[in-house]
T-cell receptor, first 112, second 116 residues
Framework: LAKTTQPISMDSYEGQEVNITCSHNNIATNDYITWYQQFPSQGPRFIIQGYKTKVTNEVASLFIPADRKSSTLSLPRVSLSDTAVYYCLVGDIQGGSYIPTFGRGTSLIVHP | GAGVSQSPRYKVTKRGQDVALRCDPISGHVSLYWYRQALGQGPEFLTYFNYEAQQDKSGLPNDRFSAERPEGSISTLTIQRTEQRDSAMYRC??????????????FGSGTQLSVL
């Protein structure tokens, strides 16, 4: 199982772009990268998923370099409501026994 | 239902009592997962089901913990002879089907268990 490493915490200000990088040096060929967001008192919520290059949706962008040993979640123009914990998960989602495994995540605090 | 429903929302019990935590997944979702989350930590995997079959229970801490999903829908996580160290938020998640691209988990609000 690929291990992920991400910063424990980050601070930003409203209107700024935030980039959270996750390292996964031993990612396997069939592994996908998935990010979840968790607000206080709620369960994690799926944000975005990718395999390579760039993926964008209405919430965020995910940048994955060619070697796939890291990935960067990009949140454009954050607001106070983006204050949350962000988790990076790596695994073979098409495999029969994929278990989404969460680390400690990155606690993002957005300041006024 | 519209989302994953867990009950009770809060459970306070005395050490040594048994507790049963319920999860009602999104209708039609094949996979159901149980996690435990301590304050300041990420969710810790406990066990999961595809339909009624328990696929993996490697995360259950000890034999006081058990789970079932007899009809492939609602699931119950049971903790026998509770101990104070069992106090945590217990979260349930479901997903449409295993092995799909963009497969995602939908989490419930959790059950906060406090063992006195």
């Amino acid at each position: 199982l690929a291990k992920t490493t991400q910063p424990i915490s980050m601070d930003s200000y409203e209107g700024q772009e935030v980039n959270i990088t996750c390292s996964h040096n031993n990612i396997a060929t069939n592994d996908y990268i998935t990010w979840y967001q968790q607000f206080p008192s709620q369960g994690p919520r799926f944000i975005i998923q990718g395999y390579k290059t760039k993926v964008t949706n209405e919430v965020a962008s995910l940048f994955i370099p060619a070697d796939r040993k890291s990935s960067t979640l990009s949140l454009p123009r954050v607001s106070l409501s983006d204050t949350a914990v962000y988790y990076c998960l790596v695994g073979d989602i098409q495999g029969g026994s994929y278990i989404p495994t969460f680390g400690r995540g990155t606690s993002l605090i957005v300041h006024p | 239902g519209a989302g994953v429903s867990q009950s009770p929302r809060y459970k306070v019990t005395k050490r040594g009592q048994d507790v049963a935590l319920r999860c009602d997944p999104i209708s039609g979702h094949v996979s159901l997962y149980w996690y435990r989350q301590a304050l300041g930590q990420g969710p810790e995997f406990l066990t999961y089901f595809n339909y009624e079959a328990q696929q993996d229970k490697s995360g259950l801490p000890n034999d006081r913990f058990s789970a079932e999903r007899p009809e492939g829908s609602i699931s119950t996580l049971t903790i026998q002879r509770t101990e104070q160290r069992d106090s945590a938020m217990y979260r349930c998640a479901s997903s449409l089907a295993p092995g799909r691209i963009n497969e995602k988990l939908f989490f419930g609000s959790g059950t906060q268990l406090s063992v006195l």
